[in-house]
């Protein structure tokens, strides 16, 4: 990065966001997960009865964004749908054991990245920095549905 021209805040964001993914790529890449895929997988684990509304609402996308992602995660066998009985355009998602084996341990390689990216700041500065963070994302409207 160029330091001789001060950078918008965005844009310093936007290369924080690119270190990350850069960092963690290695891990994803081995596992043949794009970082989405992965995002995707690692939510389904921690919510096993998810529908794809809630996962395209963390995802912070579309549902024909997020329907496109799980139909090529299904096809590779890692994550199921089932139309609800209750509701048959509302499909729920559940991580295929080959899904959760092949995500396992993604949490604590991205709690890596995340120390290795924060470790200029002391605890006090990083404690403040998500405070501003999450004040940030609090009045960004999630995506619309469809």
């Known amino acids: 990065m160029d330091g001789s021209s001060r950078e918008s805040t965005l844009e310093l ?10 960092v963690a790529e290695e891990w994803i890449r081995e596992r043949g ?30 549902a024909p964004s997020v329907s496109r992602l799980l139909a090529g995660l299904e096809r590779r066998g890692l994550v199921e749908r089932q139309a609800q009985e209750s509701d048959t355009r ?27 990216i924060l470790a200029p ?12 963070l999450e ?5 960004i409207e999630p995506p619309s549905p469809p």
Not at 121 to 130: G, M, T, V, Y
């Open 33 to 62: 997960l794009t970082h989405e895929q992965s995002a995707v997988l690692a939510y389904l684990s921690k919510n096993p009865d998810a529908i794809q509304r809630d996962v395209a609402r963390a995802m912070r996308t579309s």
């Open 90 to 116: 509302s499909r729920r998602v559940r991580v295929t054991p080959a899904g959760s084996e092949l995500i396992q341990g993604f949490e604590e390689a991205m709690d890596r990245v995340e120390e290795s």
């Open 135 to 139: 004040e940030l994302v609090s009045r």
């Open 13 to 22: 964001m936007r290369w924080v966001v690119w270190g990350q993914r850069r």
């Open 121 to 132: 700041l002391d605890a006090a500065e990083q404690a403040r920095l998500h405070e501003f």
